[in-house]
């Protein structure tokens, strides 16, 4: 997942284990830099591909054992949990491709194209925190690379009119065409019955991603099992919020009230104490009809 994408799910850093709290704001750290050299800033597309390759200069580094030349206190820190956690390093390298990719690549001809780009900068994430706990095997990364990719295009759909402004387009242009939602629409913020067949069905895949990927937060041990729960939960009730707004994202961004929150934390509770008491999980496809 992006580094903006637990913003919306605050609960998962709550529920994080003391010990993983040092580690994984670390890597966050890391996120958040490559997130801000693609983003921010006043910064040329020419400009920002050279320091994004001087921040694969600070991995290389790293992997050498030699003093980043740039950002050397990050990578520093970064070096020293790498080996303290065992973490390998290939998921770095992939948000940097992802990111650098992300400076110049403003739309995605379909949904293979757009989840090529989701496995490079959201799975990554999911990667790095399951070697954290050291349950990253075979099955566990594949259930982690939906629900991270699931978050990442449930920030999409959030994020539409704000992606519009800096010229992105994350809805697979193939998508779009077939459903007639021209980037003229899109500009005008035009709601109507082309634009939310388009979000129902893009909210269709991210709600089949997060189900699919579910199953990896009863199996996964402790409070990181239930933060994962919580980060389920959480993105289902997003896309709920998306569909109660009539796939209106252009007035306000769809956001998780009080409300919102209460169901989230029930259905956590009802998931976690199905793992608890060795019951059938509850039904998530019927929780977030």
């Not at 982690?144 to 990442?152: E, M, N, R, V, Y």
């Not at 937060?217 to 389920?232: H, N, T």
Request: charged letters at 25%; proline letters at 6%.
């Amino acid at each position: 997942m992006e580094p903006d994408q637990y913003d919306d799910f605050p609960v998962a850093r709550i529920l994080l284990p003391k010990a993983l709290r040092a580690p994984v704001g670390v890597i966050y750290h890391v996120a958040r830099t490559l997130d801000d050299i693609a983003d921010e800033g006043d910064w040329s597309a020419e400009e920002r591909h050279l320091r994004v390759a001087d921040f694969r200069a600070g991995l290389d580094a790293v992997a050498q054992g030699r003093l980043a030349p740039v950002h050397p206190a990050l990578f520093a820190e970064l070096a020293k949990v790498m080996v303290r956690c065992r973490l390998p390093l290939e998921p770095f390298y992939d948000l940097v491709s992802a990111f650098d990719q992300d400076i110049d690549t403003t739309r995605y001809a379909d949904r293979f194209e757009l989840l090529d780009f989701c496995r490079r900068s959201a799975n990554p994430i999911g990667h790095l925190m399951l070697h954290l706990i050291d349950e990253a095997t075979p099955e566990n990364l594949a259930d982690s690379d939906a629900i991270c990719t699931a978050l990442q295009l449930i920030t999409f759909l959030q994020d539409v009119p704000a992606d519009w402004k800096r010229g992105r387009i994350y809805l697979p242009q193939a998508d779009r065409e077939r459903l007639k939602v021209s980037e003229a629409q899109i500009a005008a913020g035009r709601v109507d019955g082309a634009w939310c067949a388009l979000m129902e069905h893009e909210v269709a895949r991210a709600r089949a991603l997060m189900v699919s990927g579910a199953p990896l937060a009863l199996r996964v041990p402790g409070r990181f099992g239930l933060e994962l729960c919580s980060v389920v939960h959480g993105g289902l009730r997003m896309l709920e919020v998306i569909e109660r707004a009539d796939y209106d994202v252009f007035r306000a961004r769809p956001r998780l009230g009080a409300a919102d929150w209460a169901v989230v934390l029930m259905r956590t509770a009802a998931m976690w104490l199905s793992r608890r008491v060795g019951a059938r999980m509850p039904s998530i496809e019927s929780n977030n009809a």
